[in-house]
Structures are given as C-alpha cells and as structure tokens.
C-alpha cells in the first residue's frame, strides 16, 4: 500500500495534474477538454493524464476517436484514510501529552 501512496501523492504533487483531478470531480472529460485550459501542448495533458493513470486516479476509455476520462474516487479515499490514520493518531499523542502536562501543572521539580 504504500508504494501506491508514494505513487498517488506523487501524481498529485503537479499542479496540473491536481487542476485534472478537480475538473474530473465535476464529471467524466474528453482529453481535448481537459487540455483546453491549459497552455500546454496535447501531448504533454496526456502524459499528465497517463502519470494519474498510472497512479490509479484517472481511468479512461477510449469510443472512436474521442478518449473520455473518470475519476477513480477509490485512489482518493486511500489517500484520505491514510491522512486520516495520521491525523488521528497525532490527536491521540497530542492530547496524552496535554494529560501529562495537566497533570503536574508547576512542572518538573529541580532535584538540586
């Protein structure tokens, strides 16, 4: 699992790439819609599309000429419950440590 972590978050370190995945929350896209905004050429938008790919975030298919693109949201709740194992077990550290420190509120005593 956390190769396909290393991989994803690198897949979404771009910004390009992060500007893809938020316009394929909206729905599925053609590869020439999803390059439209950008000033980059078609090429490098499918080799950004193939590196999401390639992490599992973005699937496509291709019908004729015209290749349309979805979101795979399983990637993203990996991701999310990986940040979310994280944040839980720092809140969990965090508040052991406020008990400890409430419960001596004049500190650690000077043995001299």
């Given amino acids: 699992m956390t190769a396909d972590l290393d991989g994803l978050f690198q897949a979404l370190a771009d910004p390009t790439r992060r500007a893809i995945v938020e316009r394929l929350s909206r729905g599925p896209a053609s590869v020439s819609d999803l390059a439209r905004p950008f000033r980059i050429s078609l ?5 950004h599309l ?3 790919e390639t992490a599992g975030v973005v699937r496509s298919e291709k019908i004729g000429r015209v290749r349309t693109c979805h979101l795979d ?33 004049n500190g650690p005593k000077d043995p001299a």
């Fill in 43 to 47: 090429p490098a938008v499918v080799q």
């Fill in 73 to 105: 949201a399983a990637a993203l709740s990996r991701a999310e419950q990986w940040i979310h194992d994280r944040r839980t077990a720092w809140s969990h550290r965090l508040d052991r440590l406020g008990d400890y420190l409430a419960a001596d509120p």
């Fill in 50 to 52: 193939a590196v999401l």
